[in-house]
Antibody, heavy 121, light 111 residues
Framework: EVQLVDSGGGLVQPGGSLRLSCAASGFTFDRHAMSWVRQTPGKGLEWLAYISGTSLETFYADSVKGRFTISRDNAKNSLYLQMDSLRDEDTAVYYC??????????????WGQGTLVTVSS | QSVLTQPPSVSGAPGQRVTISCTGSSSNIGAGHDVLWYQQFPGTAPKLLIHGDSSRPSGVPDRFSGSKSGTSASLAIAGVQAEDEAAYYCQSYDSGLSGRWVFGGGTKLTV
């Protein structure tokens, strides 16, 4: 059974940093691209970052480019999101999601349970 | 605000057919990119409901169906049930400036 378990969320002050983790199991981790997606009541679902199975390719949404870094450790079946220079508007539930392949990565077939990040002074 | 446009809410009586629309543009749905649909219950993660415009993953009831035409897509629920009350999101890939994987704002289905 595919399982993704998100962790690392919490309360952080504006300008601070946080590192999210996602522990994967039930599939061959290094054969799948992974992404981080966040959800806020106001903006809905927003894709943030993508990393290929080999880590050779990474892409970022403009809203987080230069502030967030996606990485993975295939030996540990883990995905990470380093978030720096956090802003109030980064407050959201953050999900890791497995890429769904259909000739190219069209979307996401499995999601973690989410971890809440609150940016506030 | 979302790249893909969905109605905020729809409703239907048990047993009725309900449809949810998703409107995009020439850089995403209109470019021929696949449309995916997700179902989300409060406090839980989204679950893949439809991929490849109209294909259902294993375990998804056949009362859920998807279609696409031009720059729009639709999710239909035939014979809606009380357990289908949830939020539904469409998603596609965008080859323009909007970001690579884009979502609709979500539609709350009330049964």
């Amino acid at each position: 059974e595919v399982q993704l378990v998100d962790s690392g969320g919490g309360l952080v002050q504006p300008g601070g940093s946080l590192r999210l983790s996602c522990a994967a199991s039930g599939f061959t981790f290094d054969r799948h691209a992974m992404s981080w997606v966040r959800q806020t009541p106001g903006k809905g679902l927003e894709w943030l970052a993508y990393i290929s199975g080999t880590s050779l390719e990474t892409f970022y949404a403009d809203s987080v480019k230069g502030r967030f870094t996606i990485s993975r450790d295939n030996a540990k079946n883990s995905l990470y999101l380093q978030m720096d220079s956090l802003r109030d508007e980064d407050t959201a539930v953050y999900y890791c999601a497995r890429g769904f392949w259909s000739g190219y990565y069209t979307g996401f077939d499995y999601w973690g349970q989410g971890t809440l990040v609150t940016v506030s002074s | 605000q979302s790249v893909l446009t969905q109605p905020p809410s729809v409703s239907g009586a048990p047993g009725q057919r309900v449809t949810i629309s998703c409107t995009g543009s020439s850089s995403n749905i209109g470019a021929g990119h696949d449309v995916l649909w997700y179902q989300q219950f409060p406090g839980t993660a989204p679950k893949l409901l439809i991929h490849g415009d109209s294909s259902r993953p294993s375990g998804v009831p056949d009362r859920f169906s998807g279609s696409k035409s031009g720059t729009s897509a639709s999710l239909a629920i035939a014979g809606v049930q009380a357990e289908d009350e949830a939020a539904y999101y469409c998603q596609s890939y965008d080859s323009g400036l909007s970001g690579r994987w884009v979502f609709g704002g979500g539609t709350k289905l009330t049964v």
